[in-house]
């Protein structure tokens, strides 16, 4: 079967998806399921965290990705002495005045369609209390005790740090309503560090924009796409090993997961989903970020067996081999060319995937640089 099906009809909005997809990858570097995952949430009006180490491009992905965005955006970040006032918006002199207590919210997150929200878990009590609402029940309460509903599609979240697990109810509670979560790692390959190193400027320039409508013309195709019952079925065995081992993800993680899964296959311009697709649930259906993450990749990987999974394993394997080669011992650089070159084999087999080229390009260049160096060194 092959990995991804080719779109049955034209559809304008999933091409600036693809695009945009194709342009923040290629401008940020190792970012390909970040910007993957960034883009699905979009899609399915999730919010979405990633942790990772200070400088490694987080902001960028995440800024670039809002400036693609029309309509309302909102962007902090936040600290322990960040005022609530900050994210809410003033209480309104003009209301109290009138005995009314309301909040001037123009600007703010209660007007946003899309937020950036930095350094989440570090706002005060009253801040995460303000977000939970926000995030889970898209509404906010002004302090009248009336409930007010927020145009918020997306919440876009950064931390340097994961939350830890005796961490306080309203932190947890928001970590939870981060559906799709993933750590960002520092750049790998050798490849990667001299594009860091030597590209003056690494912003992404994309060539659209999309509107709000356009999004939800997206989130409805994507919500409308079937499910095959082999990817049914996959979901299922998936979730049973999954409890065999102690992971238990809750009921609205697993049922959200569905909706997530819809829209990567949405995003890879898919019929219908398939187990492939499956791929995506890797960065939702867990809780504790200690080992869940693994156990569900290694899950997914065994039982859906997604091509994009197949080939990171594979991409993995390569900068290991590189890593323990001396180029000046020629067995040993003829042994690790011998690994190379079967690794681009078994990517030739994933015939199909988006991402199967640009990694056949990546290891074939690390053969000839390999090669060149322990000739260099005879
Ligand atoms: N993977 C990457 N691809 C391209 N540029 C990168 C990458 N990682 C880091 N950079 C460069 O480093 C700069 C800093 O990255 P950025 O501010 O996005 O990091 P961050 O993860 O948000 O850090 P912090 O946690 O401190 O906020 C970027 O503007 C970019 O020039
Ligand atoms: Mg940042």
């Not at 939800?216 to 409308?224: F, G, L, P």
């Amino acid at each position: 079967m092959k990995p991804y099906c080719p779109p049955s009809e034209p559809h304008p909005v999933r091409d600036k998806f693809a695009a945009a997809r194709r342009e923040l990858s290629s401008a940020l570097i190792e970012r390909e399921d970040e910007v993957d995952l960034a883009l699905t949430a979009l899609i399915a009006n999730e919010h979405v965290l990633l942790v990772g180490p200070p400088g490694c491009g987080k902001s960028l992905l995440l800024d670039s990705l809002l400036a693609w965005t029309g309509g309302a955006k909102f962007s902090i970040l936040l600290t322990k002495f960040t005022a609530v006032e900050e994210v809410m918006g003033p209480v309104s002199l003009v209301g109290l005045k009138e005995d009314r207590y309301v909040r001037v919210t123009a600007g703010k997150l209660p007007e946003a369609d899309y937020a950036f929200v930095d350094e989440v878990f570090k706002g005060s009590s009253a801040i995460l209390n303000c977000l939970l609402k926000i995030l889970n029940e898209r509404v906010y309460d002004a302090g009248d005790g009336a409930a007010r509903a927020v145009p918020l599609k997306l919440c876009l979240g950064a931390s340097n740090e994961w939350p830890s697990p005796d961490t306080g109810k309203e932190l947890s509670a928001l970590f939870d309503r981060f559906t799709l979560r993933k750590t960002v790692s520092p750049i790998r390959s050798r490849t990667g560090r001299a594009r860091l190193l030597w590209t003056p400027d690494h912003t992404p320039r994309l060539s659209s924009t999309i509107t709000p409508a356009e999004v939800e013309q997206a989130r409805r195709s994507a919500a409308a796409l079937p499910w095959s019952e082999d990817a049914k079925q996959a979901l299922e065995a998936v979730l049973a090993e999954l409890a065999r081992e102690g992971v238990r993800p809750g009921d609205r993680r697993q049922f959200k997961t569905v909706g997530v899964v819809r829209a990567f296959a949405f995003l890879n311009g898919a019929d219908a989903v398939r187990p492939e697709h499956l791929e995506v649930a890797q960065h939702c259906l867990w809780d504790c970020p200690e080992e869940h993450p693994q156990k569900v990749a290694q899950a997914i990987a065994r039982v859906a067996n997604p091509a994009g999974m197949r080939i990171a394993q594979l991409l993995l394997e390569v900068e290991s081999v590189l890593a323990a080669t001396d180029v000046r011992n020629l067995a040993a650089a003829a042994k690790a060319a011998a690994k190379l070159g079967e690794v681009d084999k078994q990517l030739a087999g994933l015939d199909g995937h988006t991402r199967m080229e640009t990694a056949r390009r990546y290891v074939r260049e690390q053969l000839r640089t390999l090669k060149l160096a322990s000739i260099e060194a005879i």
